[in-house]
C-alpha cells in the first residue's frame, strides 16, 4: 500500500469518525508532513485522495477543509412528458442575457463564460502573440476551410480520451460550438421536422431549431442521469423524431454525466427508430471525475450520430473555436460552414493547436477541473445556507453551473429584474426552454473566483427568494 | 497653378506627343527635381496625378513607366436575359478552390486573397500581440453579440466616406462578410423566393441562395456599368422578386464601379417593386478612384437596403471580421448571427479598432489602392501580350481580379487541371454562375507581387489557351 493511500485512511476515517467537522479546516500539509514523518507531497497526494471522494476540499491559501454534506439539497424536479411537439418561443429573454454589454460594475453570475484569469492559459496567450508576429506568414490569409491541420490533429488525439476514433480529416473546425450545432441542425432537419431535446436544453441549440422551422419536443430529464429513455422511447412511438439533441456530459445546465449505459440505450434507440443524435460535448472535457466520460459518439457504428465540441468553454469563448465531427453527412455539413462564415479566424486555430502539441491544455483542464469543482461546494454550501430550505439545487459533476429551483410560484424574471438593480446578473430559466417552462428556475455561474462579494449576491439573493416566496404565500 | 501641376502638364504633353513611350522608363525624382528645380515632394505629386489619370504607372523600386493602353482588349460579353429562375448547381468545383489546402508551391492566382505582407499593416499586427498580452483583460471573453463598440463606432466612421450616417448601434459584427451574407439572405429571404443577382456573380453568395433554397435570376450585367437595369425590370415585371443581390463597388469578378446615377434607378425600381437591396460593399474600399465610390445604401430613405462589408479584402481575411447593417430587419438579423457563431472572435475586434482609431487604416488603404492599381495595368499588359487577341478582359477600377474571357469552346475547367500540373492554380468561370454559365471565363487575382514567376505563369497560361483554341478550331 502506498504511504499516501495509508495517510488518506486515516484522515478518512478521523472524517467519518467526526472529529474534523463539517466545513472545518483541515491540518496544513506542514504538520501532516510532521506528524507521519512524510514527504509534502504525499500529504498532498492524500488530501488528492479525499478531495476525489469529496470528503475534502482545498480552499486557495487556506489550505484544505470538510467538505459539507451535499446531500441535504433536494435536486430540481423532473417535468412531465409533452403532449405534443411545439413551436419554439421567442427570445426576448435570451437576448437581455446575451446582448447586453457586460457592464463592469455588474457581477456576472448569468453568462456562460468559463474562468480565463488563470496562469495556464499564459502560453496560450504567448502563441497568440507569437501568431501576430509572425504576419508575414501567411497567418492573416484563409485558412482551410475545414480548419488547420495541425487542430484538427490536436483534437483527434484529445477525443481519444472520449472513446472516440477520428481522422483528423473526418473534422471541421467552427466559429465555436454554436456554429457547429447550427451546422448540424442546418444540415439534418427540414422545416416541421421534429427535434427531441433535453429540458431544460441549452438556449443556443434550442432557438437554432426555431430559426430553421423545427417543432421541438422537451423529454423530461433527470438532473443525475440525463434524458428519461423511457419517456424518448414513448415520444419516438407517437412521433417521427428526426433526431435527438443532447448535451450528455456535464450538462448544461443541470451538470449530470449520462451514465454508459443509458447511453447506449439511446444509441440503441436511434437505431431502432432511425433518428439521428446530435451531441453538444462542449463541456465534456471539465468533468470533476478522470478519466472523462465517454462521448455518445464512440459507440457510433453506423456514422449517424454527429458530434460537436468547443474550446469555448475549456479554454476561452473569445476565441470562437469549435469543432463537429459530422459523419455521415460531411460533405452537407462543410458546405454549410462554407455559406455560414468561411473558413475559421486563422491565428486563433494556429494558437490552440501549438499550445495543445506542447501539453498545456491538459495542464489547463486538471488545474480548472480542480477549481470548479472546489467552487460547486462552496456554491452549494452558500446556497443550503442562505436560501430557503424548499430550494432544490442541482449537483453537477463537471462545468460550472449550478442550476436552483426556487420554490414554486417564486418569477425568476422578476428576481431577475430585482437583482440587476443590485448589480448582479443571472440567468433565467425560462430561456432554457422552448416553451417557457422553468420560470421558478435560475442558473448560475461559479466559475469565477468566489469571494466575499460573491457570497453577498448569494446571500442577496437566497434573502429575495424568501421574500418573495412569503410574499407569494401570503397573496 | 501649384508647382507639381505645371510639371504634371509638361509631362502630360511629353507622354500625349509621344515623346516617351508605351512602357518606357520615365525620368526619375532625382532628374526632374534637379531639372525643373522643385523638390522630391513636388515631382511625387505630379507623378500621382499622372498616375490617377492613368497615364504613368509606378513599379517598385524601378520609378515609373509609362502605362500601357489598355483600350486594346475587348471587354467581356455580356450574356443574355434568362427566361426563368432557375435553381443553383452543386458545389463541387467551387470544393476544388475553396477547400484544398493552398500548396506553397502552387501558385495560388485564383483564390480571393489580398495580399497581407505590406508594413501598413504591421501596426495591426502589432495591436493583435498587444490584445493577446493583455489576456487578463477579459480579450478571452465572449464580445458583445453585436460586436465590439469600438470597432463598430469606428465601422460608423468610415461609412461616412459612402455616403452613409449610420449610427453604430445600427451595426452588426460578423465573421466576415460571408456571415453578414448569409444573415441577410437568411433574415429576408424564404425557400422558393426569387434572388435576382449580377452575373458572373459571386460564389459564396450564390451557395448561401441555394442552401435557403432560393430560386436565382441572373441579370445580365455589364462589364463597365455593372447589373443592366432595363433586364431587371423586364424581369421584376414577369417575376415576384424578393431580393436583388448586388456587389457594385470594385464588383467581384468584373471590377466595375456601378454609377451613381444607376444606383438611384435601382434603388428606384426597389421601392417600385417592393424588393429589398443586399448590398455586398467588400471591396468598394479598394477603389482606384479617390473619393470612393458611394454605397447603394447611402440612397436609403425606408430602411430596405442591407449593407455588408468586411475587413477581409482590406485587411486580412484570416481575422474574419466583417459587418452588416440590417436596417429594418435588424432584430431578425441579431437573431441569425447569435444562432450562426455566436459573438465574433474578441481579439481580432479590438485590434482593428485600435488598428483604425489611430489612423492606420486610410493609410493602408492607399498604399493598398495604388499596389492595385498599378498591379491591374501590369496584368491587363501581360494578357494582352501572352493571350490570344480574341481574349476578352474587365477594366476594373478597384480590388485585385481580373475577368479573363477565352475565345469560344476553350474550357476553363481542362485548362485549371492542365494548369494545376503546372502548379498554377486559377479560379473558373462556372463558380461564379448558378447555372454553370461562363465555362470559357476565368478570374486571376493580380494582388500579389507581380514577379518573373507570375509573368511566366501568365505566359504558360496564354499558350495554353492559344494552343487549346487551335485544338477546338480543328475539332
Known sequence: ?????????????????????EGQRLPSLRILSAEYGVSLGTVQQAYRVLEEEGLAAPLPKSGHFVSRKQSLNLLPRMREIEKHPLDILEWDEIYKVTAST??????????????????????????????????????????????????????????????CQVDPDEIII??????????????????????????????????????????????????????????????????PIRAVLVNPNCNNPLGYVMPDDRKKILVD??????????????????TFRYPRPKAIKSQDTEGKIILCGSFSKTL??????????????????????YISSGATATANQRAIAEFMGKGKYQIHLRRMRAHYKSNR??????????????????????????????????????????????????????IFSSTGKYENCIRINYGGILDERVELAIKTIGNLTVEMNISELVR
Open 1 to 21: 500500500m502506498a504511504k499516501y493511500s495509508d495517510l488518506a485512511d486515516v484522515l478518512r476515517s478521523r472524517i467519518e469518525m467526526g472529529l474534523y467537522q
Open 102 to 163: 457586460p457592464d463592469k460594475d455588474v457581477l456576472q453570475l448569468g453568462r456562460g463564460m468559463p474562468r480565463v484569469d488563470t496562469p495556464t492559459l499564459q502560453p496560450l496567450m504567448r502563441s497568440l502573440s507569437h501568431e501576430a508576429k509572425r504576419w508575414q506568414k501567411d497567418g492573416l490569409n484563409y485558412e482551410n476551410i475545414k480548419g488547420n491541420f495541425d487542430l484538427r490533429s490536436q483534437v483527434s488525439r484529445t477525443l481519444i480520451d472520449s472513446g
Open 174 to 239: 467552427t466559429a465555436g460550438c454554436q456554429e457547429a450545432l447550427m451546422c448540424s441542425i442546418r444540415a439534418i432537419c427540414n422545416q416541421g421536422d421534429i427535434v427531441a431535446v433535453e429540458s431544460p436544453s441549452f438556449h443556443g441549440a434550442i432557438q437554432t431549431l426555431k430559426v430553421c422551422g423545427v417543432k421541438v419536443i422537451e423529454v423530461p430529464t433527470d438532473p443525475l442521469t440525463g434524458i428519461e429513455l423511457e419517456s424518448l422511447e414513448l415520444i419516438a412511438e407517437k412521433w
Open 269 to 286: 434507440l436511434s437505431k431502432r427508430f432511425g433518428f439521428s443524435i446530435i451531441e453538444d460535448d462542449t463541456y465534456g472535457d471539465l
Open 316 to 337: 476561452a469563448p473569445g476565441l470562437r473555436v469549435g469543432w463537429i465531427v459530422p459523419g455521415r453527412i460531411y460533405d452537407k455539413v462543410l458546405h454549410t460552414k
Open 377 to 430: 461546494d462552496i456554491m452549494t454550501c452558500w446556497i443550503s445556507e442562505y436560501f430557503n430550505a424548499r430550494v432544490r439545487v442541482s449537483r453537477p459533476e463537471g462545468g460550472y453551473f449550478l442550476w436552483v429551483e426556487l420554490p414554486d410560484g417564486v418569477s425568476a424574471y422578476e428576481l431577475s429584474d430585482k437583482l440587476i438593480q443590485k448589480k448582479i446578473q443571472i440567468a433565467t430559466g425560462k
